[in-house]
């Protein structure tokens, strides 16, 4: 089955330092794939690259983006701003940011109906409403008319969500769309999108740090460090076997992951390198506790078994 979406070699550099390295994934329509790691792993980047809204003076030095058979990279301009909103839509990190404050919620969500599928005002106004009561927001009708600042952040969260949705996307860009939200509500919001991508046969890119994130919905997963792509597996392999010492050291450092018993949590000394700080060799070695001489060399990806891959030389003796 073709893929919905497919990343092949892609770098995006910064005044010429690579801030994403090489990185290749796919996605299928109706999953959810999780690109996961620390802030500074280029997973925010990744989504703008997709976007084709790389801000200045970044740029995509090289690569393919293939959405629907058609590379991205290729497109005019004109063609790509109509992509957005419609076919590939984006929910970003902090909604009371990313709505308008002078506008009402509900006028948000019919923008782009009317910019995109040219629906009248009624139209718009009908289906934004109903778009409202799908994500969850209580007397979808009233609240149409309220203003971002009168919703709380889970239903500012809700509201960028009817936003995405709005024009029926095929793709789906979800960027740490459960931050600051309490627990309860970061469920909600996880199940809406599980629920969305299956109902909508639509794809999920979901960026997060948070592996109970992660657990909570993802079907595969694509751990990112430094630019580059350490480990790739569907959900179920990955939770059951992490086979990269990052992704392990990432798993028993998640309280509701690796950490049952809630005892003091361990962390994984040192910092994510900076673009200009990247050595040969494996990326992580510096902060790796199993490091040996043969990690200086470069690591490619390497297949484990099935779908299974790791940029490691040690994961077979993990």
Known sequence: MQPLLNVDDLTISFGGLDVVRGISFSLQRGRVLALVGESGSGKSMTAHAIMRLVPRPGRITSGKITFCGKELLALPEHSMRQMRGKDISMIFQEPMTSLNPVLTVGRQIMEPMEIHDGLSRS?????????????????????????????SGGMRQRAMIAMALACSPALLLADEPTTALDITIQRQILGLIKDLAQSRDMGVLLITHDLGVVAECADDVSVMYAGQLLEQSTAEVFFREPLHPYARMLMECAPLVGNHERQRLPFIPGSVPRPGEIQEGCLFRPRCPLAQPSCREPQPMRCIGGDHMVRCCLAKNL
Do not use: N, T
Request: no cysteine; aromatic share 10%; net charge neutral.
């Open 123 to 151: 139209e718009a106004k009908a289906r934004a409403i109903a778009l409202l009561e799908s994500v969850g927001i209580p007397a979808p009708a009233a609240r149409f008319s309220d203003y971002p600042h009168q919703f």
